[in-house]
């Protein structure tokens, strides 16, 4: 099975800040790569996907990028409605596994 | 609009059974890809099962092979999972959600299955 590591697990921002979150794959897996976030008691979101393809409705200020094993997720200025945690998925083979999560919190 | 509601969760005993009920609408049913995934409480994401359009083809994560059956009934726009022999670690909320191109676009708001005697 493929492993992705997210980092950091945790992270504490402010509004209108810049922040990345990084998914290392423990094997190549091209672009099959998306980003999700989730809110307290709430189905996850699909952000990004194919590491790089914004969802219709998600804001320009999420981008994804990387390909191979190592991507990057990044919130360009923070809004309040941002602080939630953030999952990425491999769809290059099954399993589809998940990341463990990067919680972003309010500094 | 695309809805997804799962039905069927609940409180179970250790090694009972519970069938999950995943109803679709606002979409052609037949023609999309569907999985399972869950989630423990205060965990992370696990995927679960994958069914193809036609219902031919199907992957379990190892957790739940020979255990859990993925199926769908396409004419009544609906996919189920039944779940036998339940552990203290199936308890999770469960979610269906419709693929496109293998991507997970579209959630239902989840169903809480709680094992425990």
């Known amino acids: 099975d493929i492993q992705l590591t997210q980092s950091p697990s945790f992270l504490s921002a402010s509004v209108g800040d810049r922040v990345t979150i990084t998914c290392r794959a423990s094997q190549g897996i091209s672009s099959y790569l998306a980003w999700y976030q989730q809110k307290p008691g709430k189905a996850p979101k699909l952000l990004i996907y194919a590491a790089s393809t914004l969802q219709s409705g998600v804001p320009s200020r999420f981008s994804g990028s990387g390909s191979g094993t190592e991507f990057t997720l990044t919130i360009s200025s923070l809004q309040p409605e941002d602080f939630a945690t953030y999952y990425c998925?491999?769809?290059?083979?099954?399993?589809?596994?998940f990341g463990q999560g990067t919680k972003l919190e309010i500094k | 609009e695309v809805q997804l509601v799962e039905s069927g969760g609940g409180l179970v005993q250790p090694g009972g059974s519970l069938r999950l009920s995943c109803a679709a609408s606002?979409?052609?049913?037949?023609?999309?890809?569907m999985n399972w995934v869950r989630q423990a409480p205060g965990k992370g994401l696990e995927w679960v099962s994958y069914?193809?359009?036609?219902?031919?083809?199907?992957y379990y994560a190892d957790s739940v092979k020979g255990r859990f059956t993925i199926s769908r009934d396409n004419a009544k726009n609906s996919l189920y999972l039944q779940m036998n022999s339940l552990r203290a670690e199936d308890t999770a909320v469960y979610y269906c959600a419709r693929g496109i191109g293998g991507w997970y676009f579209s959630w239902g708001q989840g169903t809480l299955v709680t094992v425990s005697s």
């Open positions: 606002g979409f052609t049913f037949s023609s999309y890809e």
């Open positions: 998925q491999q769809l290059n083979s099954y399993p589809n596994t």
């Open positions: 069914i193809s359009s036609s219902g031919s083809t199907i």
